[in-house]
């Protein structure tokens, strides 16, 4: 099993920057890909970006050129930089890890931390 830790998020205002932080905690595991999605209200979960082992990374459309993704593989932790926000950033952001153990690889999620942008 592996289980998530985010931190980060909270209120600000349009234009400003949050980061957010995911730490991947467990054992006889190794990641493949950390990332982050979200979910507005109202709206299905989205991609927001993603950071593979090998060290490819992706971002939604939406977010391209204001995000920021970056991981550290040592401490099993991804980070998202998030800047020039807008009120439409406005979600519940989920922590994604593939990790695998043994011969099968899993999907895990994190609790979730609310990001509000006030316009």
């Known amino acids: 099993q592996v289980q998530l830790v985010e931190s980060g998020g909270g209120l600000v205002q349009a234009g400003g920057s949050l980061s957010l932080s995911c730490a991947a905690s467990?054992?006889?595991?190794?990641?493949?890909?950390m990332g982050w999605y979200r979910q507005a209200p109202g709206k299905q979960r989205e991609l927001v970006s993603t950071f593979t082992s090998g060290g490819s990374t992706t971002y939604s459309d939406s977010v391209k050129g204001r995000f920021t993704i970056s991981r550290d593989n040592a401490k099993n932790t991804v980070y998202l930089q998030m800047n020039s926000l807008k009120p439409e950033d406005t979600a519940v952001y989920y922590c994604y890890c593939n990790a695998k153990i043994g011969a099968h690889s899993y999907n895990y999620w994190g609790q979730g931390t609310r990001v509000t942008v006030s316009s």
């Open positions: 467990g054992s006889g595991f190794s990641i493949n890909t």
